[in-house]
Structure formats: C-alpha cells, structure tokens
C-alpha cells in the first residue's frame, strides 16, 4: 500500500506512555500466524486459541491495564492503532482484542478495590464486556443480585472475567441507576448462540448469569461515568481521564480500519495478474476504471484513518491535560465513528466490484473481510445514523433524547 496509509505516524508520547510503536510493531508481527488462522476462526466461530496465546505472549491483552499491575497503560490512539494491525490479518481475533482491552479501561474506572479483585489478584486476568443491561436485579445488603442474558459478550471465551449491564428500579419500577458491573465467571455460564454471517472469529456468545451477587465496590454507575465522574483514585492517570462517551465508541473501530487496509493492499497487489472478464483489458491495473474505484476506495481508507485519528487525539490530549470536552466535540466524535465505518464498508463495496466476482470465492479472503467489517458497522454504538442525528442536535441545541453515551 505504500504511502497512502503506512505515513501515519504515532502521536507525541507523554511520559506515561509505553513504546507504541514497538506495541504497533508487536502487532504486525503477528500477521502471518492470524492470517493463515483466520479460515479457521471464522469456521470455528471463535478466534483460534493460538491466536489469543499469541497475544497474551506479545502483552497485547495488557495494552489497556494500568501500569500498577504491570499493563502498558495505554492510550486510546494506541488502541486504535494496535487493534487495527491485528485487523489486517483477522477482524474476528482484531475484534475480541479491541473488546478485552476496551473492558481494562473500563475496570480502571472502577474503584481500587474492584482492580485489585481483578488485577491484583491475576495480573494476565482478561475481561468481557457488554453494556446492555439486565433488569432483574434486587438491592440487597452489600451491593446487587442480578439474573439474565447479555447479548453479545466478545472475549467472554477466554476471559476471566464479564461487565455486564444493568439497571436498578425503585418499588415503582422507575429507573433509580443503571451500573457496569463486575463478575467473575466462574459465576456465569456461556450460551453458544454467536451463529452469524461475519465476525464469526469473536465468538460473541451470550453470557447467562442467575442470582450472581454484585458487591457495592464492583458497580460503576454508567451516567456518573458518562458526566466524567469516575471512583478510581488514581486520579493521576491520565488515561483514565478519557471522556467516556467517545471512548466507548472509538473502542470499536480498530479492527476495521485494518480490514480496510488489507482490503486494498490485497486488490492493489493481485491487479497486475487479474483480467477484466468480456473486456480487452488482460490485466486490472491497464483500465481507468479500475483506477478509478481503487483510488476512490483509498481515499475513504484514508478519510476514515484522519477521522479516528483526530478524533483519538483529541480525547488523549483532553485527558493529559485534565480538560472536559465540550459537548458538541463529544458529539462530533460520535458521528465521526459512523462515518469511519460508513468509509470502511464503502471502500469495501468499490474494491469487490473492482477486484471482481472472484472475490466471493470462499477461498478468498476478500469476503471474509467484507462479511466482517459489515457485521461490525451495524455495532449500535457506531451506528451512523444515530450518530449523525446526535451531532445534528448539538449543532443545533436541540435537547438530545437519542442516547447519553456521548
């Protein structure tokens, strides 16, 4: 691909930053291994467990986790830009690794002994996530009891660990706060019902609990997190100063910033020997109008990149310096992450008509691509038409009775 995404750079590093490039680095050297996996994964419906062995010994599930027990404390660009090199081999195994490091951020909002129960006790401990919540839940002394089924949990395979949503109502039945809560599973079962068309390799099942005991400490309180009030301590930690509402969101795109990418290095390099079927051309790189979908496909890849990038950055500095973004940024970045993925699966679509038919062979990885960064756009966290109507209402202070996650 050259010079039209490999330019990017890694932003200036703050003195609690580890070595992202050397993370970056990591990353790509395990490109070959979940590459010729990824078949395997996808057939499998879970990301083969030599892959996630493969992580786990380059410290990429530790990308997230404080510095305090022996994580690499990173940023959310340092997220993006990790995840995204695992993308360009597996979007499935990409994706389950976006998740468990988004849920290490998440535990270290939490409050020190909530870590400690996590990390301080299993420092390799991964954790699942999910923010849907469950209502059946009962206030007991000490904390919650809570029942249900959490669609869709990535990472809850091989993690030790689950958030779960859910919400508490009063005698009434009126909504009192809605929490992310921690839960060991071994308290919890997993239901095989990830039976999809893409990102099969994340193995997304469903997570059962029935009359799991929350203590207090383990419960973060979603719309107090949401206005930036979170219970660690460890208020020095700049990375844990990150505004949740874009966070939860840029956690997503990652993976599909690297599909994008290997989808158009893919069609690039085959060009040369590829015909185009009942044309004169003997070789795809001779017709302008193959040139012209594959620039047109690498402009959005290269649109899309900007948008996550800038939209990282400003979240990384808004925390280093202690600052709150203001409301209608939160909501651009929002819509910023509908219009990556809208990018992504586009540039997609122009790169299949110009590589060809050929590319919905099964043995291509092409479709597996397509068929990934499709399921992953529809995420209702990314979806862009909610985005885009929640920056409208910003920009035209109109009350936003959408979502609060912005």
Request: aromatic share 8%; charged share 20%.
């Amino acid at each position: 691909m050259g010079n039209i995404i490999d330019n990017f750079e890694i932003p200036h590093q703050n003195e609690t930053s580890p070595d992202l490039k050397e993370l970056v680095k990591r990353a790509k050297g395990l490109q070959p291994l979940l590459f010729k996996n990824a078949p395997e994964s996808d057939r499998n419906r879970r990301a083969s467990e030599e892959n996630i062995e493969a992580i786990a010994d380059a410290g990429l599930f530790k990308l997230m986790v404080p510095k305090r027990y022996g994580g690499y404390q990173g940023t959310i660009r340092s997220h993006i830009e990790v995840t995204a090199a695992l993308g360009e081999a597996c979007g499935g195994t990409a994706w389950v690794t976006s998740l468990i490091n988004g849920s290490a951020w998440l535990v270290s909002l939490f409050s020190e002994q909530a870590q400690d129960d996590i990390y301080g006790a299993n420092p390799n401990a991964r954790v699942s996530g999910g923010f849907t919540p469950t209502t059946q839940v009962r206030r007991v002394e000490g904390g919650l009891v809570m029942s249900g089924k959490w669609f869709f949990s990535s990472g809850s395979l091989h993690s030790q660990w689950a958030i779960l949503g859910c919400a508490e109502r009063d005698e009434h039945g009126a909504l009192k706060a809605q929490y992310l809560a921690l839960v060991p599973m071994s308290e919890l079962a997993i239901e095989d019902t990830w039976f999809t068309t893409g990102m099969r390799g994340s193995g997304s099942n469903c997570i059962v609990g029935n009359d799991v005991f929350v203590p207090d400490h383990r419960l973060l309180d979603i719309m107090a997190a949401v206005r930036g009030e979170y219970p660690t301590p460890f208020k020095d930690e700049v990375e844990y100063r990150a505004a949740f509402g874009p966070v939860s969101s840029l956690l997503l795109i990652g993976p599909q910033l690297g599909i994008g990418r290997a989808a158009l290095k893919y069609v690039i390099e085959k060009a040369p020997q590829r015909a185009i079927a009942y044309t004169s051309f003997t070789r795809q790189t001779d017709s302008t109008a193959f040139q012209l979908q594959v620039a047109e496909a690498a402009l959005k890849i290269d649109t899309a990149h900007m948008r996550a990038f800038r939209a990282a950055d400003q979240v990384d500095d808004a925390a280093r310096l202690d600052m709150s973004l203001d409301y209608i940024t939160r909501a651009r970045i929002r819509a910023d992450v509908g219009v990556v993925v809208s990018d992504i699966t586009d540039a997609l679509n122009t790169l299949i008509f110009a590589h060809g038919a050929g590319s919905f062979a099964e043995a291509s990885p092409v479709q597996r691509w397509w068929r990934d960064s499709n399921t992953a756009a529809r995420h209702a966290i990314v979806l862009p038409a909610v985005g885009a109507e929640v920056y409208g209402k910003a920009l035209l202070d109109v009350e936003n009775t959408v979502t609060p996650l912005v």
